[in-house]
């Protein structure tokens, strides 16, 4: 593109939030002339592409529990929901579970209010106790256990890449141009957003602007001289092969030594939160190998059986879009910025929330305010006032 080009919505990255906006604002305004940049079609490097897609209930702010009540109900029904254009039948949807472990008095506080509140809302999780955990599964040592919370039902993992490609294919059914590009700066005059800047040299000037650039969303905010409290943080995942551990009931568990695992056909994929946890170089997608034999394996192996012998088979690095106020998603208008929208800051949960995000963006553009779930709880007055919205349930 050269020159200047004009459209209704400019939407800056193209994975799953991006292209999740794209499609329900072409799906609520058929009219709209909806721009979506996104430089990398591979999503090599992006969150989408590097998760553990999995999705749960199990959250301890009622917004966030709404937000994935909606979207459990869009990734098991995503064909009526996407329609012949998004041309997905399925997500393969596993609905193993998810499992949190807590170790002590105030983390089983926590997990009692949270299921308490979960269940208000229509998830069905349960606590167990260490005797009916080890009842359920009794290849995990519950020795140090104080309760734990399960949810049996809409918790699982699914794929993530067919829920991309689906946004992607029915917003452009319905109209929606993805470009090929990166944007380099921003200009905005009066609290007006006027331009954008790519890097091929073309120049797109739109009626809204909505950022989706994940780990790359303070970049652009910097562009406007607006401080944004979101980084790289890296995340090593492991793909292993454990024999012995034949457990296909196992959901994905999270314990409270700060791991995670879950069963991926025949073999589990598991990642810890490093001890040493800072901000990542941008270009380091490099595993943190050593992380599997200095603090997860041993961790396995005293949690659950057949973890004795064990072979990493592949490992990759990912990184959080991590909101360092709160490790909480942040969305809605900029209030500096009148037709600035931001979908940011997701850390380790935004794939399972994009169907509910991208929706409640939409509305909040089209229309002003939020419709369907009301998501000023993540607004971005919170980041601006430094009022943290924490979220306890945090993997
Ligand atoms: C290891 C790992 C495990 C995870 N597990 C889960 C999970 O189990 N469940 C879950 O719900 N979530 C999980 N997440 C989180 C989830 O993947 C992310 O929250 C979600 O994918 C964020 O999507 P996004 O579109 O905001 O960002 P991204 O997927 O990172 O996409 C941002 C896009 O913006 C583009 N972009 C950047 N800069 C520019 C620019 N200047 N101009 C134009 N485009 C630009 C990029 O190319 C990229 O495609 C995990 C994440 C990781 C890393």
Redesign the pocket.
């Known amino acids: 593109m050269n020159g200047i080009e004009t459209c209704d919505v400019v939407i800056?990255?193209?994975?799953?939030?991006?292209s999740s906006a794209a499609y329900w604002l072409s799906r609520m305004n058929p009219a709209l002339d909806i721009l979506v940049?996104?430089?990398?079609p591979s999503?090599a490097q992006?969150?989408?592409?590097?998760?553990?897609?999995?999705?749960r209930q199990q959250f301890t702010t009622a917004v966030n529990v709404e937000i994935s009540r909606f979207g459990i109900e869009f990734i098991k029904n995503v064909q009526n929901w996407l329609g012949q254009g998004g041309g997905v039948q399925s997500l393969g949807f596993q609905e193993n579970g998810y499992l949190f472990l807590s170790g002590s008095a105030e983390s089983e506080t926590v997990l009692r209010q949270a299921c308490a509140m979960q269940r208000e809302k229509g998830a069905q999780t349960e606590l167990l106790t260490p005797d009916a955990l080890k009842a359920r599964f009794d290849w995990l040592n519950v020795d140090d256990i104080h309760l734990a919370s399960f949810g049996a039902k809409d918790e699982g993992w699914f794929d993530n890449m067919s829920l991309l490609g689906g946004f992607r294919k029915a917003a452009q059914h319905q109209g929606v141009r993805f470009l090929r590009d990166?944007?380099?700066d921003i200009d905005g005059v009066n609290g007006q957003v006027a331009t954008v800047t790519l890097e091929n040299g073309g120049v797109v000037s739109a009626g809204a602007i909505i950022n989706?650039?994940?780990?790359?969303a303070s970049?652009?905010l910097r562009m406007l001289d607006e401080d944004y409290p979101v980084e790289p943080r890296k995340?090593t995942?492991f793909m292993v092969d454990a024999p012995n551990a034949i457990h296909p009931d196992a959901p994905l568990m999270v314990c409270h030594s700060g791991f995670y695992l879950r069963p991926e056909h025949n073999h589990w994929i598991c990642?810890i939160v490093p001890k040493d946890d800072h901000v990542a170089e941008k270009d380091d997608f490099e595993p943190d190998l050593h992380l599997f034999e200095d603090s997860l394996w041993p961790k396995l192996y005293e949690r659950a059986s057949g973890f004795d012998a064990v072979k990493v088979l592949s490992a990759w690095a990912?990184?959080?879009?991590y909101n360092t106020l709160d490790q909480n998603a942040i969305i809605g208008r900029h209030p500096n910025w009148k037709n600035l929208f931001l979908?940011?800051g997701?850390?380790?949960?935004?794939?399972?929330?994009?169907p509910a995000v991208g929706r409640g963006i939409a509305e909040l553009l089209l229309y002003g305010r939020y419709q369907t779930i009301d998501l000023s709880d993540l607004g971005v007055e919170r980041i601006l006032e430094g009022k943290p919205f924490s979220e306890k349930a945090i993997v």
């Open positions: 800056i990255g193209g994975a799953i939030m991006g940049i996104e430089p990398d999503y992006s969150s989408t592409a590097l998760s553990v897609a999995s999705v990166r944007v380099v989706a650039a994940g780990t790359s970049d652009l995340r995942v990642a990912g990184h959080y879009a979908m940011n997701f850390s380790g949960h935004g794939l399972q929330q994009a």
